[in-house]
Nanobody, 126 residues
Framework: QVQLVESGGGLVQAGGSLRLSCAASGRTFSTYTVGWFRQAPGKERELVAAISWADNSPYYADSVKGRFTISEHNAKNTVDLQMSSLKPEDTAVYYC???????????????????WGQGTQVTVSS
């Protein structure tokens, strides 16, 4: 069973950047799909980005394409989310999630992860 810990959240002005990191313990991310979700107050949790450990294929929600980049680091067993050109509407709690699912599950929009991190707050001020 993998355990996930997020780090890197904080307060930033609109137009700024933040880098989130998701570290795994208990096992490696090998063969897992890893994703970043976010949940803003009063809204449902949504998938922001995901990456296939098998071939590094990325997925991005339309709302973050061109601004966010997801990447994996084998040596450190982490998955990072680089967020640039941040907007106030990006304010949310960001969660890392992982699971041994094929990537087409993500692309189909039906991924429901069982393993989650505790979340990290990202606040973008206008």
């Amino acid at each position: 069973q993998v355990q996930l810990v997020e780090s890197g959240g904080g307060l930033v002005q609109a137009g700024g950047s933040l880098r989130l990191s998701c570290a795994a313990s208990g096992r490696t991310f090998s063969t897992y799909t890893v994703g970043w979700f976010r949940q803003a107050p009063g809204k449902e949790r949504e998938l922001v980005a995901a990456i296939s450990w098998a071939d590094n294929s990325p997925y991005y929600a339309d709302s973050v394409k061109g601004r966010f980049t997801i990447s994996e680091h084998n040596a450190k067993n982490t998955v990072d989310l680089q967020m640039s050109s941040l907007k106030p509407e990006d304010t949310a709690v960001y969660y890392c999630a992982a699971g041994p699912v094929p990537f087409y599950i993500v692309l189909r929009g039906t991924w429901s992860p069982r393993t989650w991190g505790q979340g990290t707050q990202v606040t973008v001020s206008s």
